[in-house]
């Protein structure tokens, strides 16, 4: 049975820092896509990032990165602002061939970590 368990996630003012974890079991971080994903209230779900690919609205603020020996990914998130304010999830695909951000081939989802950032 997959499960993804995010956390991390908390309340902090406009151009602080969080780090997000995902933590992962019944597959394996080394052989499968785990991508992020927000979805803030009133928006549609809007991906992140994967190990290859950040949303252009994250670029140059948020890293990815994952310790396969813990079958972890995380999310650093810097500079951030109420923009970022959102239900953060992780999800895996069905392997590493998909590394976008359509969330049809992403079969298994966490419960996500609320992310708040105020002005």
């Known amino acids: 049975q997959v499960q993804l368990v995010e956390s991390g996630g908390g309340s902090v003012q406009t151009g602080g820092s969080l780090r997000l974890s995902c933590v992962a079991s019944g597959i394996s971080t080394a052989t499968t896509t785990v991508a992020w994903f927000r979805q803030a209230p009133g928006k549609e779900r809007e991906g992140v990032a994967t190990h290859t690919k950040y949303g252009d609205s994250v670029k140059g603020r948020f890293t990815y990165s994952k310790d396969n020996a813990k079958n972890t990914v995380y999310l650093e998130m810097n500079s951030l602002t109420p923009e970022d304010s959102a239900m953060y999830y992780c999800?895996?695909?069905?392997?590493?061939?998909?590394?976008?951000?359509?969330?049809?081939?992403?079969?298994?989802w966490g419960q996500g970590t609320q992310v708040t950032v105020s002005s």
């Open positions: 999800a895996a695909a069905s392997g590493l061939w998909y590394r976008g951000f359509d969330t049809r081939p992403y079969k298994h």
